[in-house]
């Protein structure tokens, strides 16, 4: 079955740099690929998704890759703030639409220092 | 739009006991999903409701969860008996997915957190 795979587990940066957080999915037939922010004691929140036939996306301070050869993806938040800081979730789609199942990952807790 | 709700927010519970969750899922959502977040993990899916049916419940553990979604609105996920292991947030999350076709994006509501003592 699919297996996601996130790095780093912790992250810390200082206001305004980026962040940059990775993940790698084993199944070829993944065709899309949600990012989720988790702040403490809430559900995750969808802040950006990409479908596989798009390289990267972008949405304000928020963008994501996908190398379909290599089976990465990644988010990159530019300018950070500490409003950003949270626990970040990659998540794949293994079954082409099939189901619209997700497998996530482990995922980055983002410490963003003021 | 109203957002995913779930309740209660918190129970506690000795093991053996038995509770049950609650989710209503966004207006309009075909596609509802029950999800178990252990601490320092990502969300692990349990079932997957298309309407009232199951679509996916390959990780659910049948000898002590259930759930149902009857009517294709509201759903219940249960616990009984509840073994320490359970200890963890179940989150519940719809889609406007109808099935066979392009990916839509999941919702989160913001869970309830399991404690066994």
């Known amino acids: 079955g699919e297996n996601v795979e996130q790095h780093p587990s912790t992250l810390s940066v200082q206001e305004g740099d980026s962040a940059v957080i990775k993940c790698t999915y084993s199944d070829s037939a993944s065709n899309y690929f949600p990012w989720y922010k988790q702040e403490l004691g809430k559900g995750p929140q969808l802040i950006i998704d990409?479908?596989?036939?798009?390289g990267e996306k972008k949405d304000q301070r928020i963008a994501v890759t996908l190398n379909k050869t290599a089976k990465h993806f990644s988010l990159h938040i530019t300018e950070t703030q500490p409003e950003d800081s949270a626990v970040y979730f990659c998540a794949a789609s293994p079954d082409g639409g099939a189901t619209n199942k997700l497998i996530f990952g482990t995922g980055t807790l983002l410490a963003v220092q003021p | 739009e109203a957002g995913v709700a779930q309740s209660p927010r918190y129970k506690i519970i000795e093991k053996r006991q038995s509770v049950a969750f609650w989710c209503n899922p966004i207006s309009g959502h075909a596609t509802l999903y029950w999800y178990q977040q252990i601490l320092g993990q990502g969300p692990k899916l349990l079932i997957q409701f298309q309407n009232n049916g199951v679509v996916d419940d390959s990780q659910l553990p049948k000898d002590r969860f259930s759930a149902e979604r009857l009517k294709g609105v509201d759903s219940t996920l249960k616990i009984q008996p509840a073994k320490l292991e359970d200890s963890a947030v179940y989150l519940c999350?719809?889609?406007?997915?109808?099935?066979?076709?392009?990916?839509?994006?999941?919702?989160f509501g913001d869970g309830t957190r399991l404690s066994i003592l």
């Open positions: 990409i479908r596989s036939n798009v």
């Open positions: 999350a719809s889609s406007s997915y109808r099935g066979g076709g392009s990916n839509q994006p999941q919702h």
